[in-house]
């Protein structure tokens, strides 16, 4: 069983992982909420889907305490071997509703946002709750060593076995390099649901600074408020945007890579709470840089000087500076930052990686050898 807050999120960033599970004879239930994606989701090979009723962001108590019975309600009539959960909730729920059952399961931490980060006694209430749902797993899945240390800070069991992967992976097939970079024709790229602790605001302050000195750079953003959270831009504040011009706002797009391929660099301002941003695998991947603010996830994923650069998150005077460098870059160092880029996504990017992992931690839970290669 696979376990999300959305059908959005296993389609998106798990579907290969159904794939190299039923590659070995497995049966997958996906249980998530229902989405525009739950149809491709459910018509993957030797897998079906479980409508899960939870909230992305709310934290009503009598809605989240539905949801809880909902997951042990699924869970008992589907009675799986193995469970893999994703995300805060399904962390959260799942992991109690295992423990409760004796089920066999494994959390995977992409990300603990910025509620848990913050001071007080609900945010440190979270935080071990968190930690004690994710302690009676088999293993625990991390995406970046912060992650993990905040988790032991607020009680994780020092005797649960570790795996650090890096991020979702990414398809290394599927996103390839396109064209060559042009620096004649430079233009930043943001990838991402628009809300504040993404950095989109960071993205259109630092636009507006470097457009007055640089008229011809384009600025896009890819992406809009689904899935966002309470931090979502409002519908006036994305319209006076629209009408300054500076940023070009595209929508959501299935398919970014043609974005991709048109821009000189892509642009990650997180604020943190990320685990590893899937978009930068994927920009790593079609060989172009990145730059990022020098949080946990982006930090782990952007080496300076070789794939991007980092700068301090919520500072648009930084984000600014680092878009200057990369517009004074003579044209033969930027590709060769390109093809540093390729390199590592091919070295320590693939999805197969994670998905590897998933599967020799749910073949060992029933005692079975691993037969994924």
């Known amino acids: 069983m696979l ?9 998106n960033f798990r579907r290969n992982l159904v794939r190299h599970f039923a590659a070995s004879g497995w049966q997958i239930c996906a249980v ?13 090979e030797r897998t079906s889907y479980v409508r899960w009723p939870v909230s992305l962001d709310g934290a009503m108590p ?14 008992r ?3 799986p071997d193995f469970v893999l959960n994703h995300g805060i909730k399904a962390n959260v729920y799942g992991g109690l509703c295992c423990r409760g059952r004796s089920i066999p399961y494994a959390n995977v931490v992409s990300g603990l946002g910025m509620r848990m980060s913050r001071q007080g006694i609900v945010a440190s209430g979270l935080a071990r709750l968190y930690s004690f749902a994710c302690s009676g797993g088999v293993a625990l ?30 398809d290394l097939a599927y996103f390839r390099p396109e064209g060559r970079l042009d620096p004649r024709g430079q233009s930043f790229l943001f990838v991402g ?3 504040r602790d993404k950095g989109i605001h960071d993205f259109v302050a630092a636009a507006a600074l470097v457009r ?15 899935h966002a959270n309470s931090g979502a831009v409002s519908d006036v504040e994305l319209d006076c945007w629209r009408r300054e011009g500076i940023v070009e706002f595209v929508g959501q797009c299935e398919d970014v890579r043609p974005w991709l391929a048109r821009a000189t660099t892509l642009v990650v301002p997180s604020h943190g709470g990320e685990g590893m941003p899937k978009v930068i695998l994927e920009a790593s991947a079609s060989g172009r840089p990145v730059i990022a603010t020098d949080v946990p996830g982006c930090r782990d994923a952007v080496v300076p000087g070789l794939n991007g650069w980092l700068c301090p998150p919520g500072d648009p005077e930084a984000l600014a500076k680092a878009m200057r460098d990369v517009l004074r ?18 070295e320590a990017f693939s999805d197969d990686l994670p998905a590897r992992v998933c599967l020799e931690l749910a073949e060992a839970s029933i005692g079975r050898s691993s037969s994924a290669t």
């Open 3 to 11: 376990c999300a807050g959305s059908s959005w999120y296993l389609w």
């Open 32 to 44: 998530a909420p229902e989405d525009e994606w739950t149809e491709r989701l459910s018509a993957l």
């Open 62 to 75: 009598l809605e989240e305490a539905a949801s809880l019975r909902s997951l042990a309600g699924i869970l």
């Open 77 to 79: 009539r589907e009675e």
């Open 141 to 170: 899945i991390v995406q970046n060593t912060a992650d993990l240390e905040f988790l032991r800070r607020n009680g994780l069991s020092p005797r649960l076995p570790i795996h650090q992967v890096m991020g979702s992976g990414v």
């Open 193 to 195: 649901r628009l809300q």
């Open 212 to 226: 007055k000195e640089s008229p011809s750079v384009r600025f896009v953003v890819v992406g809009d408020t689904r």
């Open 329 to 346: 870059m003579a044209a033969a160092q930027l590709e060769e930052m390109g093809v540093a880029a390729r390199k590592r996504a091919e």
